[in-house]
């Protein structure tokens, strides 16, 4: 079994930053992409930013220049530092990792998400 915990959302102002973490644990073979979605009351969830195990990075227009995503291979975690937050940044973030676990190839394995709010 295999889980992806996210943590570190909550409250802020806008402006403000946060830095979300989430950890792979349990039967891992290896992992190649992880990411960052966010879904807003009413409104499809949508990329915010992929880093490939190598490294090779990618952002969603709306968030370049803001948020910095990265990970640490040796603990199966990625993060995603946010700053100069605005409210249109409230959403539920969920992690997303492409992953085998030694049986089977999962593309999009998700967190249960956490919830970002700012206000204004």
């Known amino acids: 079994q295999v889980q992806l915990v996210e943590s570190g959302g909550g409250l802020v102002q806008a402006g403000g930053s946060l830095r979300l973490s989430c950890a792979a644990s349990?039967?891992?073979?290896?992992?190649?992409?992880m990411g960052w979605y966010r879904q807003a009351p009413g409104k499809q969830r949508e990329l915010v930013a992929t880093i490939t195990s190598t490294g090779t990075t990618n952002y969603a227009d709306s968030v370049k220049g803001r948020f910095t995503i990265s990970r640490d291979n040796a603990k199966n975690t990625v993060y995603l530092q946010m700053s100069s937050l605005k409210p249109e940044d409230t959403a539920v973030y969920y992690c997303?990792?492409?992953?085998?676990?030694?049986?089977?190839?999962?593309?999009?394995?998700w967190g249960q998400g956490t919830q970002v709010t700012v206000s204004s």
């Open positions: 997303n990792a492409e992953l085998h676990n030694g049986a089977y190839y999962f593309p999009n394995y």
């Open positions: 349990g039967s891992i073979f290896s992992i190649n992409a």
